[in-house]
C-alpha cells in the first residue's frame, strides 16, 4: 500500500527553523516528483516547494523563495523541507504529496499530484 507520512513539525518562534521530512512505504520514492503544500485554518490548500524524481529541478512558491529549501534522498526514500527564517504566516499543516511524472518540471499544482500525506502541524508563534 502506498503510503506517504510527514514528520517534523512543532511550535517555533519566529526566525527559527525546523526540517520536515516526507517518508514514502510501499512504493520507490524516485518514481516521483514530490511536492510539499500547506493549509491554514480557512485557507485553501496552496503549494510550497517540489522537486523532480531525481532532484536536479526544484520550485518554490514566492512566499518562501530564499528561506526553505526542498531536497531528497532517494536511498532513504524521502524527501525533506528545510525552512528557515520562519515567520508567524507559515502557520499551517503541511502536506507531502507524490505526483506519477516522468518528466523534470516540478509544479505546484495540487490537482497533479496522486497521493497524499496525512500532514504534520507547524506552529510559529512567540
Known amino acids: 500500500q502506498l503510503q506517504l507520512v510527514e514528520s517534523g513539525g512543532g511550535l517555533v518562534q519566529p526566525g527559527g527553523s525546523l526540517r520536515l521530512s516526507c517518508a514514502a512505504s510501499?512504493?520507490?520514492?524516485?518514481?516521483?516528483?514530490i511536492g510539499w503544500f500547506r493549509q491554514a485554518p480557512g485557507k485553501e490548500r496552496e503549494g510550497v516547494s517540489s522537486?523532480?524524481?531525481?532532484?536536479?529541478?526544484?520550485k518554490y512558491a514566492d512566499s518562501v523563495k530564499g528561506r526553505f529549501t526542498i531536497s531528497r534522498d532517494n536511498v532513504k526514500n524521502t524527501v525533506y523541507l528545510q525552512m528557515n527564517s520562519l515567520k508567524p504566516e507559515d502557520t499551517a499543516v503541511y502536506y507531502c504529496?507524490?505526483?506519477?511524472?516522468?518528466?523534470?518540471?516540478?509544479?505546484?499544482?495540487?490537482?497533479?499530484?496522486?497521493?497524499w500525506g496525512q500532514g504534520t502541524q507547524v506552529t510559529v508563534s512567540s
Open positions: 504529496a507524490a505526483r506519477a511524472y516522468i518528466g523534470s518540471f516540478p509544479t505546484l499544482d495540487k490537482s497533479q499530484y496522486d497521493y
Open positions: 510501499g512504493f520507490a520514492l524516485d518514481y516521483y516528483s
Open positions: 522537486i523532480s524524481r531525481r532532484g536536479g529541478s526544484t
